[in-house]
């Protein structure tokens, strides 16, 4: 509303003693800041778009919100820019100079479209800036004018029957509500749609206290809001309503309203009234809290999102600083989701979420806050808890998930969860080092074993050398510099019967800043759980057929001439289940073959029996065209799965590599032993080879041979070797 003062208009004011609107942005702005814009600025009627210093055009707040509740997810519409939502939510501008009477303007705004008649209008300033001015305020100022211009043509009742008719129809044109009193505040008339909104007519209310006839609240408390017209009267100024009003209708109807109120004042400098100015606000205001609501919380389980959360826990770390608080912050990951979501589809995956969303706020209380942050990834802020009650907490949460059964169809499944804390206290520096620590921490929650409660401790060294957060850098720099290096180990006939191969196993290396070799057991986890592992898993195959491309036609043309004689060669090259999961792994993996011309029969892809059974329909689909190409696949760690039998018809495999857990323990452990030989036995009955990994000394060696394993590998037969030895190596053995 303007500054209706009795000093500031008269019958020649011009717009630019008004109160403007500086409401100019840029076209890049995204609608979720233009809410955010509205919602703390109610009485904006709209936002002028620029391009630079240059007028693009006019949105006007109701174009603005009905262009939003058209059906398309609020979601995307956040995320636009409004040069993208311009085209469809413009409004028609009307533009004046600042110097333009009011009376002017105000006819010229209503000899406008019927639909444009309630648009707001834009005010060019002699400096060239552009101001957006409220077509109600205009009209209203229009409206004081004429009740000053009456006040002076008393002696020309004609003119002055005209005029008084003009401000009628100019009140009835008007979209808002607008309430007329005396300077004691009773009422004198009423628009059609204060009528409407407050369930009284001119005629009923004609006479009685304002208070009567617009009764407000608070939309929160419920307590009575004081009334802004008898405090304008009051005060002798333009008053505005508090935000989170309600107006109380007549029939007991509720409307979410803002509104503001201003002194009339005659020509002589006394006041004659006060006019009360009001709109429907309900629908934005649902609007605007929705589209709040949206824009911090996750629209699959209700919960805070990862964006909410960070901003309260920055908020939480600068109070524990401040007063001295303990607070305690959880990082959750939930164990075997990857397993449901691939075998039962997304829907039963995100059925489980819900589920799991619902299980963890019954065990947190109501200050805490409960946020998903990551896809399978749950942030945990509990308040005033010392770390010794977040441990309890924790555990409590762990094993009510591992007593949690999922159903899905006729399929049951069982999960966990690995959870990471950290104290909040004092000595928190911000919000990432918290979270960073807490991240850090369910790493190896996960990376021991899974389902377990890690708490982080600064002084923990292996988490300070091994801790996720501090491998991305370096593993991202090795790839862009070339750091890694390949190694090799030699895979052993050991079966009599087994036609003799150069057999051997790739393998990855890390050197560190001192030049000591790093173990893929130390940085691979992070690997994975940051989805590095498709660029590593690339950077060896590209390697490793670059320089040994020439080698492998060498000894696999030798191979075609003399298929008796011990000239043929096989590399192992492990996958991982994120490549193995990657659409463009087949298309890469033909580049390379072609380039390097490498012979496809000369390499044996590795994947883990876990990785397979993850996703077993792909996994399987990408074995049959790498096998119908001429590769070899083989099944690593095979036996630590639960179901590695029933799988194992599944997979068009060549080798068995027998997890090393059983076969080091064969000679002094029987059941380990009774493992290994069943392992061999079902793998020959299928035409396949057995492979048996961690072979340390002779008496297993001997172990093995007895039992019928096909080949050995393990530092008891070859000790890795850097891959430039290989071609040394291998011309020797021939």
Avoid at 419 to 429: N, V, W
């Amino acid at each position: 509303m303007p500054k209706l003062h009795k000093q500031d208009l008269h019958l020649d004011s011009t717009l630019q003693e008004l109160m403007l609107h500086e409401a100019c942005i840029e076209s890049d702005y995204l609608a979720g800041e233009i809410v955010k814009i509205f919602e703390q600025r109610p009485l904006l009627p709209g936002i002028i778009l620029m391009q630079s210093e240059t007028l693009i055009g006019l949105i006007s707040r109701r174009h603005f919100f009905e262009h939003m509740s058209r059906p398309y997810s609020l979601e995307l519409f956040l995320k636009r820019s409004m040069r993208t939502l311009y085209p469809f939510a413009r409004t028609e501008t009307s533009i004046f100079g600042e110097q333009t009477s009011i009376v002017t303007a105000a006819k010229q705004a209503l000899e406008r479209a019927p639909e444009l008649l309630y648009e707001p209008v834009v005010v060019r300033c002699l400096t060239g800036a552009y101001r957006l001015l409220d077509v109600h305020q205009l009209l209203l100022a229009h409206a004081q004018i004429h009740e000053l211009a009456m006040a002076a043509l008393q002696q020309s009742q004609q003119a002055l029957a005209a005029e008084k008719e003009l401000a009628q129809i100019t009140l009835n044109s008007i979209g808002d509500a607008v309430v007329t009193t005396d300077a004691e505040g009773y009422i004198k008339s009423l628009n059609p749609v204060a009528e409407r909104l407050t369930g009284w007519t001119t005629a009923t209310a004609r006479g009685l206290s304002v208070t009567d006839v617009f009764r407000i609240i608070n939309e929160y408390t419920r307590e009575p809001a004081e009334n802004p017209l008898n405090k304008a009267l009051d005060q002798g100024r333009t008053v505005g309503l508090a935000n989170h009003t309600l107006l109380i209708a007549r029939d007991g109807q509720e409307f979410s309203i803002d509104d503001s109120a201003a002194p009339i004042y005659a020509r002589d400098g006394t006041m004659v009234g006060a006019v009360l100015v009001f709109r429907d606000v309900t629908q934005q205001r649902r609007m605007s809290r929705q589209l709040s609501w949206q824009a911090s919380h996750d629209a699959l389980t209700g919960l805070a999102n990862r964006h909410e959360f960070e901003r309260q826990l920055d908020r939480l770390c600068d109070t524990a600083r401040s007063s001295g608080e303990y607070h305690t912050l959880c990082y959750m990951d939930l164990d075997r989701f990857k397993i449901v979501n691939d075998t039962c589809g997304h829907l039963a995956g995100d059925e489980l979420l819900r589920q799991v969303s619902t299980l963890l706020q019954a065990h947190i209380r109501k200050t805490d806050t409960l946020a998903r942050i990551g896809g399978d990834e749950f942030g945990l802020l509990l308040r005033q808890c010392p770390l010794e009650q977040g441990i309890a907490i924790a555990r409590s949460i762990r094993q009510r998930l591992h007593e949690f059964r999922f159903i899905w169809q006729d399929k049951s499944f069982t999960i966990g969860i690995s959870i990471g804390l950290t104290a909040i206290d004092r000595h928190t520096p911000h919000a990432t080092s918290a979270l960073s620590q807490a991240d850090a921490a369910c790493f190896w929650a996960k990376h021991a074993g899974r389902n377990r409660v890690r708490v982080y401790q600064p002084d923990d060294d292996t988490l300070a050398q091994h801790g996720g957060v501090q491998w991305i850098a370096q593993l991202t720099k090795a790839l862009e510099e070339n750091q890694f290096c390949l190694y090799y180990q030699q895979i052993v006939t050991i079966a009599s019967n087994t036609p003799g191969v150069e057999h051997y196993e790739i393998l990855l290396r890390l050197p560190d800043q001192k030049g000591n070799l790093v173990s893929p057991a130390a940085f691979l986890p992070t690997a994975e759980r940051y989805n590095l592992m498709p660029a590593i898993d690339r950077w060896v195959v590209q390697t490793l057929f670059t320089t040994q491309g020439e080698y492998c036609r060498e000894r696999w043309h030798c191979h075609q001439q003399h298929p008796d004689t011990r000239c043929h060669c096989l590399y192992a090259v492990n996958l991982s289940g994120a490549s193995l999961n990657d659409d463009g792994l087949i298309d890469f993996l033909q580049e390379q073959f072609e380039q390097h011309q490498i012979p496809p029969q000369t390499i044996c892809f590795e994947i883990t029996e876990t990785v397979a059974v993850a996703n077993l329909s792909k996994a399987a689909s990408v074995m049959q065209t790498l096998k119908h190409w001429g590769c070899q696949f083989a099944l690593d760690d095979f036996g630590s799965g639960m179901s590695s039998f029933a799988y194992l018809k599944n997979l068009p495999v060549d080798y068995l590599k027998i997890d090393g857990s059983f076969v080091k323990d064969i000679v002094d452990d029987q059941v380990a032993s009774a493992m290994v030989e069943a392992i061999n036995r079902i793998g020959q009955m299928m035409g396949l080879k057995t492979i048996a990994e961690c072979v340390e000394d002779e008496v297993t060696l001997a172990k093995l041979k007895l039992l019928g394993v096909d080949y050995a590998q393990g530092f008891g037969l070859s000790i890795p070797r850097a891959l430039s030895h290989l071609l040394q190596d291998s011309y020797q053995l021939a």
